[in-house]
């Protein structure tokens, strides 16, 4: 069965240092994973996705993740954060027929 | 990148009447759109899946008679929420998947989401 843990409800960094939120995932096909991002009352912005091609993915705002297969994770990184960064972060997995399953959702909050 | 637009974006309304949200792919075709429904500080919940021409499939648990789903057009989904109770207040969440983009890759594309406050 598909499933996807973010191991972290709620992060807080200041700014200017590294991002890490964690994502582990168990999936029985090669699985798509996502990282998306909601700013409150606002709907989800894709922010990077992994579809078997390269490892580590790269996505928007300075965003990356890479795939380990070996550790079935997908964490989300970034080498410097904003105060914009401040927002709710979902790891995603899809599966056969366009369905997605939704991590807990890590909330990230960054102090000056 | 492709647009999902949803309407209305905030809606109150008494208790027992009905209230409908629309969901539109904006610059592209859906076959399939998904609505979702989240608790504040919890994740997204999958409703029912609305697949254009046909009926929608229910999630388990989520009653088909409450949450009307119509799907008349490759670009248009609608959720009537029907009689609603104050429980039926939450933020409800449409996506679609572009037909060409997002077929191969199972990424979808999000409304902004509509905030429901049943009084």
């Known amino acids: 069965a598909q499933s996807v843990t973010q191991l972290d409800s709620h992060v807080s960094v200041s700014e200017g240092t590294p991002v890490l939120l964690r994502c582990n995932y168990s999936?029985?096909?090669?699985?798509?994973l996502f990282w998306y991002v909601q700013h409150p009352n606002k709907g989800l912005q894709l922010l990077l996705k992994?579809?078997?091609?390269?490892?580590l993915v790269k996505g928007i705002n300075g965003f990356e993740a890479e795939f380990k297969k070996s550790e079935t994770s997908f964490h989300l990184t970034k080498p410097s954060a904003h105060m914009s960064d401040a927002a709710e972060y979902f790891c995603v997995v899809s599966f056969q027929g366009g369905k997605l399953i939704f991590g807990q959702g890590t909330e990230l909050s960054v102090k000056p | 990148g492709a647009v999902v637009s949803q309407h209305p974006s905030r809606v109150i309304c008494k208790s027992g009447t009905s209230v409908k949200i629309e969901c539109r792919s904006l610059?592209?075709?859906?076959?399939?759109m998904f609505w979702y429904r989240q608790f504040p500080k919890q994740s997204l919940m999958l409703m029912a899946t609305?697949?254009?021409?046909?009926?929608?499939?229910?999630e388990q648990g989520v009653e088909k008679d409450k949450f009307l789903i119509n799907h008349a057009s490759l670009t248009l989904s609608t959720l009537t929420v029907t009689s609603a109770h104050p429980e039926d207040s939450s933020f409800y969440i449409c996506?679609?998947?572009?037909?060409?983009?997002?077929?191969?890759?199972?990424?979808?594309?999000f409304g902004e989401g509509s905030r429901l406050t049943v009084l």
């Open positions: 992994y579809t078997s091609a390269a490892t």
């Open positions: 609305s697949n254009e021409g046909s009926k929608a499939t229910y």
């Open positions: 996506s679609a998947r572009d037909l060409v983009a997002g077929a191969n890759t199972g990424e979808l594309f």
């Open positions: 999936s029985s096909y090669s699985p798509s």
């Open positions: 610059d592209f075709q859906a076959t399939t």
